[in-house]
């Protein structure tokens, strides 16, 4: 019977061992929502897992909700995760990433200004998020409109293409 350090096939992936570290919000992204060097030492330290998923990270503008978190919509920021997956792969680590768009668990504040929060329904999450400047509510969503969701579909696709890229 395998034990936890012995390697496991998963899909494409060859791990070295069947350890998974679970995703961590780290809010430590810089203001064009590109991993920094953080990102880097962080992941590259914890390489020895058998497979790393990262925090969440938006695959467009819409997705995000918290602050400082990394996205994956536009080439710089999968340049900068070039670096967080070279950096893992020199020590011999996995890492994928974890595609997470917010929904309605989203603040203001915590967005460009003049970006929608959609949803599927237009109903206000009773939550408080951490900003820059402390505590928030969320906003009340745009419902999504049907025609519009081949295009949050596309945005993981998009998304997934550049996480991808990262790694080649």
Known sequence: MPGLFDPVILGALTLRNRIVMAPMTRSRADEGDRPTDLHVDYYA?????????????????????????PGLYDDSQRDAWAKVT???????????????HVGRIAAEANRPAGTDIIAPSAIQADAKLWTATGMSGTMM????????????????????????DAVA
Request: hydrophobic share 45%.
């Open 45 to 69: 330290q914890r390489a020895e897992a058998g497979l790393i998923v990262t925090e969440g990270v938006h695959p467009s503008i819409e997705g995000k909700g918290y602050p400082r978190t």
């Open 86 to 100: 070279d950096a893992v792969h020199a020590r011999g680590g996995a890492i994928v990433a974890q595609l997470m």
């Open 141 to 164: 969503p745009r419902a999504l409109e049907t025609g519009e969701i081949a295009g949050v579909i596309e945005s993981y696709a998009t998304a997934a293409a550049r996480a991808i």
